[in-house]
């Protein structure tokens, strides 16, 4: 903690964001794809912070019309904030065109990695071609060493809490306005109430477990659903929410 | 063994300065020496509440800033034994309360033999409140029945238990919750929320419930913590509090709609 006046605070912290992944490179299809998705939940994506994945478009992603993509990301309210997994070409285009680029995430670092991380440090000339490198490495699925996490105490309006590769039990309520994530699945023993992600690492077989659904927002492996705009009758009662197929299912908990 | 007591709320104006000033009147007449800080740096009412305005000579930044010894601005209370008050200051801002500073004025209390500490916080999230309840063992949670009072509690109570020192010492801070101004009247009709459902949200064990009352209007106006007014149903309740507080078994009242006489309509 500090109480010392100070200039400026740097902290990480948990933000949602959208991945798009692109699989086309012509821009029109992408629109009306992301239109319609967009059009889903309007409210849900206005200034939300979208990250372009392009690692599934290989060479041919230098075709891709990087200055009409942008466009088209603001003019629905979107805010770009950058691309990641491009092609060794499309660096200088992608900066041209207003993008930041980002590292692609890689797996936890390991020792050896710091040691190099180091080194680049003391030659800067290297490092852009270095990192660049790193982002151009297919990325490996996350394997993930489940564990788990337990929550005795209620989790307020205002406080955030993550299971890092695991799942999270939370015996008591999750208030409106707090935000639970785990990598794995999420149980709640007293109400639900505020935000739930599972499966934040893209763990598609998490699953959300609670005594009484009354969340906000639903989220798993990045399929979100809010709980006011579905069709479930279960409100309120005992549920077990799972993916089937990018398509999220409330079933009654027995 | 001294024990600090937080009264926060989150937002303003649903009665903290209030509870403060009856609860350590209270602990105070059942014999307790209690010390009540004003936290509410440069918007002071504390001192007002408890009819000591026209007694402050040095204050709690004084203290700190060490511009005065702490027996030099407390100031004793002629009314009830053992009651002491460390008024707030009204030309500083909360950036004079430092985390050392406020730490020894707590030690130094505790040192001084004070059974309770009370610590009357600003309202909000800010430095105010943040350093009212950095060392509290204990938090009465002031909440009105609806729904903004009722949320901003809620947060008050995470930063509670994830900021406090007890907290980053892997401590749990115990938790009270007190609801003032509830009106049974205006609960039935809907404009409201229920004590159940109040209890329901936030979770925390009930302390005790004020009812809405224009004594405590009156009460802080003339500069006289309600409690006093043994006649009135809020100094009624806020002793009941004191006395739960303490492990005394009452039973909570005021909580049904009243069924009015002739007499008390007219009267009131």
Redesign the interface.
């Known amino acids: 903690?500090t109480?010392t006046?100070s200039v400026l605070e740097l902290k990480g912290e948990m933000l949602m964001l959208n991945v798009l992944r692109l699989y086309d490179i012509n821009i029109e299809n992408i629109e009306s794809a992301l239109q319609l998705k967009r059009d889903e939940a309007p409210m849900f994506f206005i200034q939300s912070p979208i990250v372009i994945d392009c690692s599934n478009l290989g060479e041919q992603g230098k075709l891709l019309d990087l200055r009409a993509l942008r466009r088209i990301l603001v003019k629905m309210d979107f805010v770009p904030v950058g691309l990641r997994g491009i092609a060794d070409g499309m660096r200088a285009a992608a900066l041209a065109a207003g993008w930041n680029i980002l590292r692609t995430p890689a797996r936890p670092p390991s020792k050896d990695k710091k040691v190099l991380a180091k080194e680049k440090k003391s030659s800067i000339a290297k490092s852009d071609i270095e990192s660049e490198k790193v982002a151009d490495n297919p990325v490996e699925p996350v394997t993930i060493q489940k564990s788990n996490m337990t929550i005795e105490?209620?989790?307020?309006?205002?406080?955030q809490v993550y299971a890092e590769n695991a799942d999270l039990i939370v015996l008591?309520?999750t208030?409106?306005?707090?935000e639970i994530m785990a990598d794995g699945s999420i149980h709640v023993y007293?109400?639900l109430r505020g935000r739930v992600l599972a499966g934040v690492k893209g763990d598609t077989t998490a699953r959300i477990f609670c005594r009484s659904l009354e969340a906000e927002l639903i989220v798993i492996a990045g399929c979100y659903q809010l709980l006011d705009e579905s069709d479930t009758n279960l409100q309120g009662k005992p549920a077990m929410i799972y993916l089937d197929q990018d398509k999220l299912i409330i079933e009654p908990l027995i | 063994m001294s024990r600090v007591i937080v009264v926060t709320s989150g937002k303003g104006g649903v009665g903290k300065t209030t509870t403060s000033a009856a609860f350590s009147a209270g602990l105070a007449s059942k014999g307790y020496k209690t010390a009540v800080i004003d936290f509410d740096v440069g918007l002071r009412n504390l001192d007002l509440i408890m009819g000591v305005e026209r007694r402050v000579v040095y204050d709690f930044v004084n203290v700190i800033n060490g511009e005065a010894t702490l027996r030099q601005a407390l100031i004793k209370d002629k009314r009830v034994d053992n009651l002491y008050i460390l008024p707030a200051s009204q030309t500083r801002d909360k950036d004079a309360l430092t985390e050392e500073g406020v730490e020894n004025v707590i030690n130094d209390l505790k040192d001084d033999g004070f059974d309770y500490i009370i610590c009357d916080s600003p309202a909000g999230i800010e430095k105010g409140a943040f350093m009212a309840l950095y060392f509290a063992d204990e938090a009465i949670i002031v909440t009105n029945p609806e729904v903004s009072s009722v949320r901003d509690s809620d947060r008050i109570l995470g930063i509670l238990q994830s900021k406090s020192r007890a907290a980053e010492e892997g401590n749990v801070v115990k938790e009270h919750l007190v609801i003032t101004r509830y009106s049974p009247e205006r609960v039935d009709s809907g404009d409201m929320i229920s004590l159940d459902d109040i209890v329901e949200i936030l979770s925390v064990p009930l302390l005790g419930v004020i009812p809405e009352s224009g004594s405590v209007l009156q009460a802080s106006n003339s500069g006289i913590p309600v409690i006093m007014d043994k006649e009135s149903r809020a100094g009624q309740a806020y002793m009941d509090i004191v006395g739960r507080f303490l492990g005394e078994k009452i039973e909570h009242r005021f909580l049904d709609v009243e069924k009015q006489g002739f007499f008390k309509k007219l009267f009131g």
């Open positions: 903690m109480l006046q105490r209620p989790i307020r309006s205002g406080q008591s309520q208030s409106a306005g707090s007293g109400p």
